[in-house]
């Protein structure tokens, strides 16, 4: 007889400050912006690589030669970032992180973008 059970994976986050540092230190990183053109989306934060969402997993392995992936999408109560992050995760891929204030909260900031 099928049952059900609970299953969960927690997802780490880092803050505008930490991407900021992240940024500001060279270090060996990809920003994967999730939305791309989505809902009217003109803006990408600076540098960030565009993979909409339900692509990432078929194009995961331009991801695997970076030290961490940080994803991201439109503000911090969507929920693309979050479900590409723990598809990766359950694909054993581990260096995974989710930027949860997204392009609202960086533009909101004044920090640089670059159009779509």
């Given at each position: 007889?099928?049952?059900?059970?609970?299953?969960?994976?927690?997802?780490?986050?880092?803050?505008?400050?930490e991407?900021?540092?992240?940024?500001?230190?060279?270090?060996?990183?990809?920003?994967?912006?999730?939305?791309?053109?989505?809902?009217?989306?003109?803006?990408?934060?600076?540098?960030?690589?565009?993979?909409?969402?339900?692509?990432?997993?078929?194009?995961?392995?331009?991801?695997?030669?970076?030290?961490?992936?940080?994803?991201?999408?439109?503000?911090?109560?969507?929920?693309?970032?979050k479900?590409v992050?723990?598809?990766?995760?359950?694909?054993?891929?581990?260096?995974?992180?989710?930027?949860?204030?997204?392009?609202?909260?960086?533009?909101?900031?004044?920090?640089?973008?670059?159009?779509?």
């Amino acid at each position: 007889m099928p049952y059900k059970i609970n299953f969960s994976l927690e997802l780490e986050c880092i803050d505008k400050n930490e991407l900021l540092d992240r940024i500001n230190g060279k270090s060996d990183f990809i920003l994967l912006d999730t939305i791309g053109n989505y809902d009217g989306n003109r803006f990408k934060i600076s540098g960030a690589t565009t993979i909409p969402y339900p692509e990432v997993i078929d194009r995961r392995q331009e991801l695997l030669s970076f030290d961490e992936i940080i994803i991201y999408c439109k503000h911090r109560t969507c929920v693309a970032s979050k479900k590409v992050a723990l598809g990766l995760q359950l694909l054993n891929i581990r260096n995974v992180k989710v930027y949860e204030g997204g392009i609202d909260e960086w533009i909101e900031s004044g920090l640089p973008v670059e159009e779509e």
